[in-house]
């Protein structure tokens, strides 16, 4: 680190990261690791894709189809209240299943003093976190990385001075384990708890382990050139050595979402650690860097200005940024950051990039580090073709697969309805129905957002979450051109989306309409009271919009005409209209109906404007008057989004605003605990990667727009980043 402080690509420290979320994560898209402590004491939090609770099976609620006439007879009625008793009572699911930490590698020094020159960091141009210091007259060095081809995490350390390495490496976990050694190496073999309960409800037996639980084993095999290995009952020790090396591997019972645990993961977990062990930590060092530089090295990004900073560790350039701004690199650099992230949580064969990526140190973490499908696991996805990363999209394309099928039973048994659907949230069980049925009981007067309204229909009665998805792998098709992948995998998730969407709507005042219809997690007033459920929502029509003006497109690239075709044809002309309220403003709902919190976090009427592409211009006064009553005060993901918004409506001033705000040190009595930590994640609280991949999508915005079928570079750029360079963007 300290050999070339303004490196573009570093992010750094000159002191220990004193915790978890200010540590430096590295990742292979299916094993990650946090890492942080110091010299003396370094751990890594180790976390694996598959590593989830449950099993293959339901959560949905048997009732909800006897009762959909009831609610949507209710709603029309206005007789909201009893629309919702029974969408509660009745239709809501139970809590899906939620991600979590594998356990901790620590690797330990002893010390009889200080040290200085103290520096650790990760480069994102290389995917390799290092640190360094000096000790009784010798430099000591670390290296670490997660491998992509050989499916292992590599640590090496190494000294000028020989015999100087002295290490013992533990390996934990906070979930049900037993540690040994087998054949030299250093072995954690755990199981997963069959459900736990999520954060919003009592910690009292909120953990139970059944016998249902996914297994996995970690192992750790250490080399050595010098010194002496000593294998312990429970640890590793390397004493007086020239170079240590230690890779780690880890398998799971985990086959696949309808598929029973299977019992080959020790072998696996073997394999991986034999193979990568034959070809040497140079080689696996070599072959990590290329594959990953394929990736990364495909867009460079530069903002002039601010050079007397670029020299500064990150933490005090967020420090300095946060009170005094300027600093344009520091955008560029969290903008790479965002696409390393991606590539270090979503590669090919690997889970989809969660609320936290891949990192999670928590047993019962917060919204349960799932897949949050109503903006979340969306935004995780904005860079991914812009930013030059279509490969980090499969995960994702390979899910919607997947949920196709799962969400198909959901669509026929809760709603009786063709097609696919699903809810706001799903899991590695691909569980697609509604969710939160329970959460009216344990929220006790407020959400975790504080806010007014306790109903938990506001964010769990949404099944059209599919239809967002297909504009993900429509437009993967269209940065693509890959024809195959649009008659053989898009195409047949959209036309299940669009046979659900044309079952779910009904007629009502000579429109086609959804009913019930909730705008995500957000309420309105009627005679004095907070609602979330009503008909034809703003963000319910515009997605159908979208999805259906997207298949009518696709077939004809396709070449098909048939009867699905010509219905979703006929559909599109009688869609419940777009409205302007009493404000200007664009409506979220059918009604005129005021907000129940007009500072909302969520835009997500604002779909059609981004990231869709069906906003009509004539409402792009409207828009802007959404965002300008929706007020400055955001962060982290609700910042990237707006931000994305203000970009798309070619305001470059309030775009910037919004964006600077995700680079605001969190640690600020003002913040909250929203903004940006020292290493540059985001902050929510705690971390969450939508908002760091949400940044990067928003910056792209502000370089190329495409959406009206026209490429337009540079139309939209802040006075800040007036001189610059940019290569790869698409």
């Known amino acids: ?84 008793r029974m969408i509660i009572d009745h239709m809501l699911g139970e809590w899906q299943e939620m991600y979590l930490p594998m356990g901790e590698l620590s690797i330990r020094r002893s010390f009889c003093g200080e040290v200085s020159d103290y520096t650790c960091g990760l480069n994102i141009e290389e995917a390799v976190f290092s640190h360094s210091f000096k000790y009784n007259a010798a430099t000591y060095r670390r290296e670490a990385f997660c491998s992509f081809p050989d499916k292992v995490l590599v640590t090496h350390d190494s000294c000028d001075k020989p015999g100087s390495i002295n290490l013992e490496f533990k390996l934990d976990s906070p979930l049900l384990r037993s540690v040994s050694v087998k054949d030299g190496c250093l072995v954690l073999e755990g199981r997963c708890p069959e459900q736990v309960n999520p954060f919003v409800m009592p910690p009292d037996n909120a953990v139970n382990y059944g016998d249902k639980g996914i297994k996995f084993e970690t192992r750790l095999k250490v080399t050595h050139k010098g010194g002496q290995l000593t294998v312990n009952e429970n640890s590793l020790a390397v004493t007086g050595a020239d170079e240590v090396t230690a890779i780690l591997s880890c398998a799971t019972g985990f086959r696949a979402y309808n598929l029973a645990i299977t019992n080959d993961y020790p072998q696996r977990s073997a394999r991986y650690i034999a193979l990568a062990a034959e070809k040497g930590y140079s080689a696996l060092m070599e072959d990590h860097v290329a594959d990953y530089q394929k990736l990364f090295g495909r867009m460079s990004l530069n903002f002039a200005g601010g050079d007397e900073r670029r020299g ?81 999209q499969e995960p994702l394309n390979n ?113 086609l309409v959804t009913c019930p219809a909730t705008d995500p997690e957000t309420e309105y007033i009627y005679e004095g009271k907070p609602y979330a459920v009503s008909y034809a929502t703003t963000m319910d029509m515009e997605m159908i919009t979208g999805l259906l003006e997207n298949y009518i497109e696709a077939a004809a690239r396709l070449n098909i005409d048939n009867g699905l075709v010509r219905e979703a044809c006929a559909a599109k002309k009688k869609l419940y209209p777009l409205k302007v309220g009493k404000h200007g403003q664009l409506q979220e709902w059918a009604e005129d109906f005021e907000e129940s919190n007009v500072k909302h976090r969520h835009v997500s009427h604002l779909y059609g404007l981004f990231p869709g592409n069906t906003m009509p211009e004539e409402l792009y006064e409207a828009c802007r008057t959404v965002l300008v009553r929706r007020g400055d005060t955001a962060s982290a993901w609700e910042a990237a989004w707006r931000a994305a918004l203000w970009f798309r409506l070619g305001d470059a001033g309030r775009a910037y605003g919004m964006l600077k705000k995700q680079l605001t040190d969190q640690s600020l009595p003002a913040q909250e605990g929203r903004g940006c930590l020292n290493n540059l994640l985001d902050s929510y609280p705690p971390f969450q990667i939508d908002g760091n991949l949400g940044f990067t999508a928003a910056l792209a915005e502000m370089i190329v727009q495409s959406h009206s079928g026209i490429i337009d570079i540079l139309s939209c750029v802040p006075d800040e980043f007036k001189t610059g360079s940019v290569k790869g963007v698409c």
């Open 399 to 511: 899910m919607l697969s997947e949920l196709s099928v799962s969400g198909a039973g959901e669509a026929a048994i809760s709603y009786g309805c063709r097609g696919w659907c699903l809810h706001s949230n799903t899991d590695l069980w691909r569980n697609a129905s509604s969710t939160g049925h329970s959460a009216e009981k344990y929220e006790a007067g407020t959400s975790v957002h504080g806010e007014h309204g306790t109903t938990p229909v506001r964010f769990a009665m949404w099944p059209l979450c599919g239809a967002w998805f297909c504009l993900h792998i429509w437009e993967y098709y269209q940065f693509t051109r890959d024809l195959d992948f649009l008659r053989d995998t898009a195409f047949p998730i959209m036309s299940g989306s669009v046979r659900f969407a044309l079952d779910w709507m009904v007629e009502h005042d000579g429109y």
């Open 1 to 84: 680190m300290q050999n070339n402080l303004q490196d573009p690509f570093k992010i750094w420290y000159d002191h220990p990261p004193r915790d978890w979320q200010n540590g430096f994560p590295i990742g292979n898209g299916k094993l990650g690791a946090m890492i942080y402590g110091g010299p003396a004491d370094e751990t890594f939090a180790l976390n694996e894709d598959t590593l989830w609770t449950g099993c293959p099976k339901t959560l949905r609620n048997p009732g909800c189809k006897e009762y959909l006439p009831k609610v949507r007879e209710a709603v029309f009625a206005n007789e909201f209240a009893s629309a919702q």
């Open 312 to 392: 500064l560790p990150t933490d005090k350039r967020v420090e300095l940024f946060s009170a005094s701004g300027g600093d344009p690199g520091l955008f560029a650099l969290k903008s790479q950051f965002g696409r390393y992230l991606l590539i270090a949580s979503s590669r090919e064969g690997a889970q989809p990039a969660n609320l936290q990526g891949i990192w999670n140190q928590d047993l019962r973490p917060v919204w349960s580090c799932n897949y949050t499908t109503n903006i979340n696991t969306q935004m995780n996805y904005w860079p991914a073709l812009v930013c030059n990363l279509a490969e980090c």
